[in-house]
C-alpha cells in the first residue's frame, strides 16, 4: 500500500505546489509532511474562494492526497498541534540507575522532558537538552527544568557538560546563577542553599542571584567556590568527579533482558517453511504471507511461501551476535511477510518503544532500474490493516522516512550507503493527550553506538497524533535486489534494541 501511497503523494504534491506557494517548506527537516498538511487547509479555503472549475481541480486532488475509501486517521489538528508545541520537550532522560522517584513520578530511559520539577530521592540519571548540553543528576535532589538551557538547582549535585556548540548553559540556585563558558562543571546545592561550583574544564562565570552583571566573575578550571547563603563566595579545593566518571559509575551495558519481541532467524542454513518460522520471544505466531484481504494493495505480491536462510553474509562491525549465524534472504520481486505480536505498541497512552534491525543489500541498481526498489519495516493493526500503520523504511531514492497511517510523510536528504550493512533504529514516543514522537537513523558499518541514543536523527516527526494498537509487523521488500535481514527487536529502551560499546568516554 505505501508504494501506491508514495506515487499518490507525489502527484498530488506537484499539482499542489502549482496552486500554492510551498517555498517555506524546510524539506532538509520534513520533505512532504508540513506540504501535505498545510495544503490540506490552504485547499479548503480556496474552495471557498475560487470558481467552480477550481473547486473541481482542488477536490480532485484532495480526494487523490486522502481518500483512499478506507476511513483513514486524520492528522492532529491545527489547535492541537499548536497547543502541543507550547510544552515541547526540552530534555531526554538518556539513563537511569537505581532510580527512585516520587510515588507520583515514574521516569524512564528515553522519556521526553518538558519543563518542570523533577526530584530524584536517590540514584543517578542523566539527561540531554535540546541545546546539547548533558546533565547529571545524582539524588537525593530536585531540580526544575526551564528551557534548553537553562536549570534551577533546589538542592543536590549535579554536573553539566557543555560540549561546543551548547555553552551558555545556566544553572541556577537559591544563591547564585552560574553559567557555562564552555566546560564542564559541578554544582552541589545543600538544602539550606548553600552552593559549591568546581570546574572541571573551560571556565565559568558566576554572581550573586540579582546581582547585576558587572558583578560577574569568571572561574577557570581545577578552581572551586563556595558560596553561603547570603552569597559570598569563598575559594574551596576543586573536589568533583566528572561528567564521565559518574557514568562510569553507573556502567552502562545493554538491556536484551528487556526485549518484548526479538527475531534472530537463527536457523540452519537452507530453505525453512513459513509455519516453522516460529522461534523469537514476543511473537503470538511465526511469520507468514499476506491475507488476502491484505494484498488489495498493492496486489503484485511475488511472496515465497517459505524463507531461504543463510549464514555469515553480512558484514557485522558492532557487538551482536546477528549476521553471523542464520539470517533472512529476501529474493527480488515484491516481497512481503507478516508476523503477529504477542503484546501490542499501544500508542494512545505515555510509553517509549524503540525498534532495531540489521539490512544488508547485495547490489544497488542504477538509473531506471532502482526506480521500484524499496525497502520498509511496518507496524500495522490485523484489525484494520489499511489505515493504522507506522513505517520505517526507503524509496527509490535510499533515503530514510517514516510514513503514518495520516498520509504524513517524514524523509531525510540523508542517502544511505550503498551495499554494505546498515543499522536501523527507530523510536516512538507516544502521549496519551498531547503530540506524539517518532524518530529514525540508520547507521553504517564505520558508526559506533554509544550508550545513550543520539543527539541527532536522520528523520523526526513533528505535529502528529496516533492513537493505534499496533499487533503486528510487515516486512515488505520490492525491487530487483535481493537483501539480508537479521536481528529484528523491539524494547523499552535505546539499551534493550540497540547493540552499544560498553566503553563511556
Same mark, same amino acid.
Given at each position: 500500500?505505501?508504494?501506491?501511497?508514495?506515487?499518490?503523494?507525489?502527484?498530488?504534491?506537484?499539482? @499542489?505546489?502549482?496552486?500554492?506557494?510551498?517555498?517555506?517548506?524546510?524539506?532538509?527537516?520534513?520533505?512532504? =509532511?508540513?506540504?501535505?498538511?498545510?495544503?490540506?487547509?490552504?485547499?479548503?479555503?480556496?474552495?471557498?474562494?475560487?470558481?467552480?472549475?477550481?473547486?473541481?481541480?482542488?477536490?480532485?486532488?484532495?480526494?487523490?492526497?486522502?481518500?483512499?475509501?478506507?476511513?483513514?486517521?486524520?492528522?492532529?489538528?491545527?489547535?492541537?498541534?499548536?497547543?502541543?508545541?507550547?510544552?515541547?520537550?526540552?530534555?531526554?532522560?538518556?539513563?537511569?540507575? =537505581?532510580?527512585? +522517584?516520587?510515588?507520583?513520578?515514574?521516569?524512564?530511559?528515553?522519556?521526553?522532558? *518538558?519543563?518542570?520539577?523533577?526530584?530524584?530521592?536517590?540514584?543517578?540519571?542523566? @539527561?540531554?537538552?535540546?541545546?546539547?548540553?548533558?546533565?547529571?543528576?545524582?539524588?537525593?535532589?530536585?531540580?526544575?527544568?526551564?528551557?534548553?538551557?537553562?536549570?534551577?538547582?533546589?538542592?543536590?549535585?549535579?554536573?553539566?557538560?557543555?560540549?561546543?556548540?551548547?555553552?551558555?548553559?545556566?544553572?541556577?540556585?537559591?544563591?547564585?546563577?552560574?553559567?557555562?563558558?564552555?566546560?564542564?562543571?559541578?554544582?552541589?546545592?545543600?538544602?539550606?542553599?548553600?552552593?559549591?561550583?568546581?570546574?572541571?574544564?573551560?571556565?565559568?562565570? /558566576?554572581?550573586?542571584?540579582?546581582?547585576?552583571?558587572?558583578?560577574?566573575?569568571?572561574?577557570?578550571?581545577?578552581?572551586?567556590?563556595?558560596?553561603?547563603?547570603?552569597?559570598?563566595?569563598?575559594?574551596?579545593?576543586?573536589?568533583?568527579?566528572?561528567?564521565?566518571?559518574?557514568?562510569?559509575?553507573?556502567?552502562?551495558?545493554?538491556?536484551?533482558?528487556?526485549?518484548?519481541?526479538?527475531?534472530?532467524?537463527? /536457523?540452519?542454513?537452507?530453505?525453512?517453511?513459513?509455519? *516453522?518460522?516460529?522461534?523469537?520471544?514476543? +511473537?503470538?505466531?511465526? +511469520?507468514?504471507?499476506?491475507?488476502?484481504?491484505?494484498?488489495?494493495?498493492?496486489?503484485?505480491?511475488?511472496?515465497?511461501?517459505?524463507?531461504?536462510?543463510?549464514?555469515?553474509?553480512?558484514?557485522?562491525?558492532?557487538?551482536?551476535?546477528?549476521?553471523?549465524?542464520?539470517?533472512?534472504?529476501?529474493?527480488?520481486?515484491?516481497?512481503?511477510?507478516?508476523?503477529?505480536?504477542?503484546?501490542?505498541?499501544?500508542?494512545?497512552?505515555?510509553?517509549?518503544?524503540?525498534?532495531?534491525?540489521?539490512?544488508?543489500?547485495?547490489?544497488?541498481?542504477?538509473?531506471?532500474?532502482?526506480?521500484?526498489?524499496? @525497502?520498509?519495516?511496518?507496524?500495522?493493526?490485523?484489525?484494520?490493516?489499511?489505515?493504522?500503520?507506522?513505517?520505517?523504511?526507503?524509496?527509490?531514492?535510499? *533515503?530514510?522516512?517514516?510514513?503514518?497511517?495520516?498520509?504524513?510523510?517524514?524523509?531525510?536528504?540523508?542517502?544511505?550507503?550503498?551495499? *554494505?550493512?546498515?543499522?536501523?533504529?527507530?523510536?516512538?514516543?507516544?502521549?496519551?493527550?498531547?503530540?506524539?514522537?517518532?524518530?529514525?537513523?540508520?547507521?553504517?558499518?564505520?558508526?559506533?553506538?554509544?550508550?545513550?541514543?543520539?543527539?541527532? +536523527?536522520?528523520?523526526?516527526?513533528?505535529?502528529?497524533?496516533?492513537?493505534?494498537?499496533?499487533?503486528?509487523?510487515?516486512?515488505?521488500?520490492?525491487?530487483?535486489?535481493?537483501?539480508?535481514?537479521?536481528?529484528?527487536?523491539?524494547?523499552?529502551?535505546?539499551?534493550?534494541?540497540?547493540?552499544?560499546?560498553?566503553?563511556?568516554?
Amino acid at each position: 500500500m505505501e508504494s501506491i501511497a508514495e506515487a499518490e503523494a507525489s502527484t498530488a504534491e506537484s499539482i @499542489l505546489n502549482r496552486a500554492f506557494d510551498t517555498s517555506s517548506v524546510d524539506d532538509r527537516t520534513v520533505s512532504k =509532511n508540513e506540504a501535505v498538511v498545510d495544503t490540506r487547509f490552504r485547499t479548503l479555503i480556496g474552495w471557498v474562494a475560487t470558481s467552480a472549475v477550481a473547486i473541481l481541480v482542488i477536490a480532485g486532488v484532495w480526494g487523490l492526497v486522502t481518500d483512499r475509501g478506507r476511513g483513514r486517521i486524520d492528522p492532529m489538528p491545527i489547535a492541537d498541534r499548536v497547543a502541543a508545541k507550547t510544552i515541547a520537550p526540552i530534555a531526554t532522560l538518556l539513563l537511569e540507575e =537505581n532510580c527512585v +522517584w516520587p510515588d507520583d513520578r515514574d521516569f524512564g530511559e528515553g522519556d521526553r522532558l *518538558q519543563p518542570g520539577s523533577i526530584e530524584l530521592k536517590s540514584g543517578a540519571a542523566v @539527561l540531554r537538552f535540546e541545546g546539547g548540553a548533558e546533565l547529571v543528576m545524582v539524588g537525593p535532589a530536585q531540580i526544575d527544568l526551564k528551557s534548553a538551557a537553562r536549570i534551577v538547582v533546589h538542592y543536590g549535585d549535579v554536573v553539566v557538560r557543555a560540549d561546543d556548540g551548547a555553552e551558555g548553559f545556566a544553572v541556577v540556585t537559591p544563591t547564585s546563577e552560574v553559567i557555562d563558558l564552555g566546560t564542564e562543571f559541578a554544582v552541589k546545592v545543600k538544602r539550606d542553599g548553600k552552593t559549591e561550583v568546581h570546574v572541571l574544564d573551560g571556565e565559568v562565570s /558566576y554572581r550573586k542571584i540579582d546581582a547585576p552583571e558587572e558583578l560577574v566573575k569568571i572561574l577557570h578550571a581545577g578552581e572551586g567556590i563556595s558560596i553561603d547563603e547570603k552569597g559570598q563566595p569563598v575559594s574551596v579545593p576543586m573536589s568533583s568527579p566528572r561528567f564521565r566518571d559518574y557514568v562510569r559509575r553507573i556502567n552502562p551495558r545493554s538491556r536484551a533482558d528487556l526485549l518484548t519481541a526479538y527475531e534472530g532467524f537463527n /536457523y540452519s542454513p537452507g530453505v525453512l517453511a513459513l509455519d *516453522q518460522s516460529a522461534v523469537g520471544i514476543g +511473537w503470538a505466531g511465526p +511469520w507468514r504471507k499476506r491475507l488476502p484481504s491484505e494484498r488489495t494493495l498493492p496486489s503484485e505480491d511475488s511472496s515465497p511461501g517459505h524463507f531461504e536462510i543463510v549464514h555469515g553474509q553480512m558484514n557485522v562491525t558492532w557487538p551482536v551476535p546477528g549476521g553471523r549465524m542464520g539470517m533472512l534472504k529476501v529474493p527480488a520481486g515484491n516481497v512481503y511477510y507478516v508476523r503477529p505480536l504477542e503484546h501490542s505498541i499501544n500508542l494512545d497512552r505515555d510509553g517509549v518503544t524503540y525498534f532495531s534491525l540489521m539490512v544488508r543489500e547485495t547490489s544497488r541498481p542504477e538509473g531506471r532500474k532502482r526506480a521500484s526498489e524499496r @525497502l520498509r519495516l511496518t507496524f500495522r493493526e490485523l484489525d484494520d490493516y489499511y489505515t493504522q500503520y507506522l513505517s520505517f523504511g526507503h524509496g527509490t531514492g535510499y *533515503q530514510p522516512y517514516v510514513r503514518t497511517g495520516a498520509d504524513l510523510l517524514f524523509a531525510s536528504p540523508m542517502v544511505l550507503p550503498p551495499e *554494505q550493512t546498515t543499522l536501523w533504529i527507530g523510536k516512538v514516543v507516544s502521549r496519551a493527550d498531547g503530540e506524539d514522537e517518532i524518530f529514525f537513523r540508520v547507521y553504517g558499518e564505520s558508526d559506533a553506538l554509544g550508550y545513550a541514543e543520539p543527539a541527532t +536523527w536522520h528523520v523526526a516527526s513533528r505535529g502528529i497524533r496516533l492513537s493505534s494498537h499496533f499487533d503486528c509487523v510487515l516486512l515488505s521488500s520490492e525491487g530487483m535486489t535481493e537483501r539480508l535481514i537479521d536481528e529484528l527487536r523491539i524494547g523499552p529502551t535505546w539499551r534493550s534494541v540497540a547493540p552499544i560499546t560498553e566503553t563511556v568516554e
